[in-house]
């Protein structure tokens, strides 16, 4: 080979090695793979899903006191249990609440693979029975009345079902239930009896005024001519069915004023009756008996009335 070949040849083969180097340089890097340990930057999902976990079971709210209502589910299912079955009678259940009742009830029609135990307890002994699937179940309790406040009552529900191997799945539902007391309230005829005379001389003129609870009052004007006086107002009976404490009713309150003028002019004008404030539920029926003084002081009197309590119950809400 001449020198002019080895030349030439020498040239185009520093041209290819610059071109190869060019197209290198030219090219983005890869990005390495993440490194392990606390950094910042995306996080690589894992290609397998973890295994989830039940989900947690929120309980419906319960029917507001003192309103007739259900707390139900809908129709598509709200609740997760651990099988099928404890799903189904889950979303099946509803509750309704008046007064102290409380009924838990479930749908019937449910189809099941195994027999399925619903036990109820409300903060004591708890009531237990086994789906059905033609009638459905039915729960009725009664709270004590106690102090007859509304209150909270605690409502727990347990599903179980029989494992095939052996052993039970168990589904708890907590809920609970805001409980108002309802009551009905009768008051008698008021006996009104003068003890001391209101006049110096002859009859005693009476203003008799007596307060209702619902504060609407009964004014009788009469004359008593023989001490101690009795005298029975029939119109003075007030009723009403399922009252709770939340409806402001008042015991009620009675005055009465002398008509009898010592001066021309200057007898006691009546400015109505003055309410105790005293709620009217929750109570113990009683006879109600005491002594009052006629407002400006000339005579005394006793009234007496009886009142009737009768606590409210719902078997067939």
Sequence with gaps: MN????????????????????????????????????????VIAPQTTAPQTAPTVTPPAATKAGNLGSTTLPGKQLLVGPTPDLT??????????????IIVSVNAGLKLTAPVTISIGYDGPRQTQTYIASTGNR?????????????????????????????????????????????????????????????LVGNSDIDLIFGR????????????????????FNDFVWQRNEISASAGFLQPAAVFYSRNCFLPGQCFQPSGVEYSGVNLVPGKSRIFSTVINEQDGECTASIQYTISYTLDQYPNL
């Design 3 to 42: 020198h002019l070949t080895t030349k030439l040849v020498a040239i185009t083969a520093l041209i290819v090695i610059t071109e190869i180097a060019n197209s290198h340089a030219a090219a983005p890097a890869a990005t390495p793979p993440p490194k392990t340990g606390s950094q910042s930057g995306a």
């Design 88 to 101: 189904a009678v889950a979303n099946a259940i509803s509750m309704k609440a008046k007064s102290l009742t």
């Design 139 to 199: 729960f009725v309790y009664y709270d004590p009345e106690g102090d007859g406040k509304p209150r909270q009552r605690s409502v727990s529900i347990t599903l179980t079902e029989p494992k095939p191997g052996g052993g039970f799945y168990n589904f708890d539902l907590p809920w609970w239930a805001d409980l108002d007391p309802l009551y009905g309230v009768a008051i008698g005829p008021l006996q009104f009896q003068l003890i001391t005379s209101c006049a």
């Design 213 to 232: 609870p619902d504060k609407s009052t009964i004014e009788h004007k009469f004359s008593v001519s023989i001490i101690p006086s009795n005298e029975t």
